[in-house]
């Protein structure tokens, strides 16, 4: 389905310095990347800000041509080819509108119907059964501008996959949603990939959005694939690492517990690291409890970048 081989994608950047000067300066945003995903995989793509995720995506669907290497989608080029390509595949930019801004919803599915030339009732089975499973029945006559971003995300949704691509390309699909429309988007994908056979690649930074949809993913580090493989090994071998949180009545100096060690603290609050190898969240926190009256309590997975940090960590001579 898609080909990467030896990828790089370098930006010139110029900018003013004083009057007359000009300086030229530039950004590798992708190094030398190579995967490939084979059809019916749902893989994800993950890594910290400005790490090269975009500038893939947008090299993968044809917007921008890499600077060396080569790329294959479908068995195209995707600069070369891209008119036939978005013909095949579906693309959703989380931050980006596919749709016509002043017009409902349901107009701009019409319009897409007319762009790609779908067959009539392979169009409305698929609006009906999109609808339906991302409960958009009730938005499809309001102007897009006027929906919020779950709504809307949801729409986009449904615009990538009108045309039945076997392949669907997503840039950040859950930046910046709420837990419902983010659990309706990742259900919505995972059906899709399950039922239909579409190949799905996403990019987030959200690792909670891999562990639930992939099997799969790369991670990318300012522009260098780290890492590709397995999420539920990757998970038992690296993310391993749970920090409870916890608010107490009052301020308390850090506590000294068997269950874990205190990483952080703030006023009444304190940030306990623990190894859910060797214990439970329900034995820090009964140790908590049973130190000082708690107010408050939760639960954190670890950030992208503490991974990111551990696999270096790991492979660094000791
Ligand atoms: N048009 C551009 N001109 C110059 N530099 C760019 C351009 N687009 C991206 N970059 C730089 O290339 C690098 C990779 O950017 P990219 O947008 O691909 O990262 P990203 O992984 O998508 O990050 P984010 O999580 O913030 O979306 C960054 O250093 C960014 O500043
Ligand atoms: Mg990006």
Redesign the pocket.
Known sequence: MIRLAGVD?T???RTKAGRLRRLRRE????DDVSFTVDAGEMVGYL????????????MITGILTPTSGEISVLGLTPTAQRRELTRQIGVVFG?RSQLWWDLPLVDSFELLHHVYRTDRARHDHNLAEFVERLDLGEFLDVPVRQLSLGQRMRGELTAALLHDPALVVL??PT?GLDVVSKFAVRRFLQDTNRERGTTVLL?T?DLDDVEHLCQRMLI?D??RVLLDGDVAQFKAEHGTERTVVVDFDREVSPLRLSTGEVVRHDGPRQWIRFDRRRTTAAEVIAELTAAHPVRDLAIEEPEIEDLIRRIYDSRSPP
């Open positions: 994608k930006y010139v950047v950004v590798r945003a992708v890594g910290p800000n400005g790490a090269g995720k975009s500038t893939t995506i947008k931050q840039d950040e930046i990019t930074h990318i300012r522009g």
